[in-house]
């Protein structure tokens, strides 16, 4: 099982409705989804622009950078429904041991540079993710993975952990495939992509952090599952422009919010709901203490987790769409009922003891990374914070937060992270290197990643239930709670229930 790619995501979307309006993103006149084949036009609303356009290196997740990557490259598998997989370059696959997959590939795909992909651009493309420099989000699984051309049209992987999800996994971005051209020069990929997708990036409808457009690739062997002829995806600073420019037809899909989707409904909008799976908070990055040496102490950090009332925050926040809680996996996801009753209570006392105890009964300062549309919940964590002597100074990088985020610089930050399916998520939470950890906690990392990944059943549920209870209580993340991400669409587009891929590109086709 492998870590599926979890959006890493600075703003808390549902709680950012009610913030000040910034009319970010492009001016633009509304777009039309009328026409028949390739003539058809979508627009979809976004509120991060890709950092690049390497698979490997950036972020992907449901919301945010799988658009981006899904446009111009293929995987070798695709999500077909809830927890269904189906195939993609793989036409078909088989476990021949636990540890053991192999793919049957496509014959006849074409990266854009002429390159054929076959079974040595597969292999090219794992051994580069392997030894990325910069590390991706994908090395703490990848490593362990080895990967064998067995003809031109067949590729097999095997793993030191059970590979049953690998499927799944590939199908939520772990599967993307580069043109192993690019990949021997990967600063390539900064700004330009080189894959086998339904389209390819026009750089004269596309404006770098604010609008990016892609037309039909002409010669692409799956057209009916991606019906329109020119898709562009725009970007916007905070979740009132986004739910603006869904309103007023700039944009025909945008995610939603709890304090919109009444008004969108009532706008003429579809509202499409997603279960809770996305958790929400503040995570605390510096858990060495070595930039802000009180947060190595997990007294401090849980004085943190004590001084939240997350029920306030949440109910404001997330309403009906969410679930108040410290814990990093909500109420739709495994391990949460084992620890449900130990989620930080609303105890300010406690607190302040905590931190009397740990030698910082005056408090300290907390620098805190977050952009315009997560300062809601940012300030809403400051005030209580402030009332347990704890400073916090929150700086927004609205255009750079992922670099900011993966800079090492930060002590604290604002983010979401999608918990499905809960074994890999939680690997690659804890996985992910936003800052300086102790020896001691990096074995602890290690060691909870390999319990959830090299388990299956009735175990593997018993190491999720462990990890959550480990999270909990060395207090890494100060938790808000857990929401389901919902979407707001123009009655001309139907969005597909792919299950955890909330109206993505590949989900998304006209009305009937």
Known sequence: MFAKRAALCAAIAALTATAVAACGGPSSTPTSTSGSGGTRAIAIGLQFATINFNPWLVPNGPNYSLNYTSAVYDSLTTLTGPDKVGPGIATSWTEPNPTTLEMTLR?????????????????????????????GSLVT?????????????????????????????????????????????????NDQPDGSGPYTLDASGTTSGQQYTFTRRATYWNKAAFPYGKVTLRVYSSQQALDSAVRSGQVQVAQGAAQTNAADKAAGLTVVPAPQITTAGIWINDEA????????????????????DRKAIAALGFGADGTAT????????????????????????KAKALLAQAGYPDGFTLPMLSTQSGDLLAQAVAGYLRAIGVTVQISDHNTDFVQQA???????????????????????LVSANFGPHTPQQDAQIQALAAQVLGTTGTAQSTAIDQAVATINQQAW????????LTYSTANTVSCTDLGLATCLLSSLHPAK
């Open 107 to 135: 014959p006849g795909i074409a990266f854009a540079d002429g390159t054929p992909l076959d079974a040595a651009a597969v292999k090219a493309n794992f051994d580069y993710a392997r030894t990325a420099s910069p590390a």
């Open 141 to 189: 699984y990848i490593k362990n993975l080895t990967t064998t051309v067995v003809n031109a049209t067949t590729v097999r992987f095997t793993s030191t952990v059970p590979v049953t999800d690998l499927p799944f996994d590939f199908a939520t971005g772990a599967g993307f495939i580069v043109s192993p051209k690019a990949l021997a020069h990967p600063s390539s990929l």
């Open 289 to 308: 203490g070595a930039a802000v040496k009180p947060l190595g102490d997990v007294r401090v950090r849980q004085a943190l987790n004590y001084a939240v």
């Open 326 to 349: 410290s814990l990093v996996v909500g109420p739709d996801s495994p391990g949460y009922r084992a620890n449900a009753a130990a989620s930080y209570p609303y105890d300010p006392a």
């Open 406 to 428: 993966t800079s090492g610089r930060w002590a604290s930050m604002v983010f979401e992270w999608s918990m499905d399916p809960a074994a890999q998520s939680i690997a690659s």
């Open 477 to 484: 993340f100060v938790m808000v709670g857990t929401v389901g």
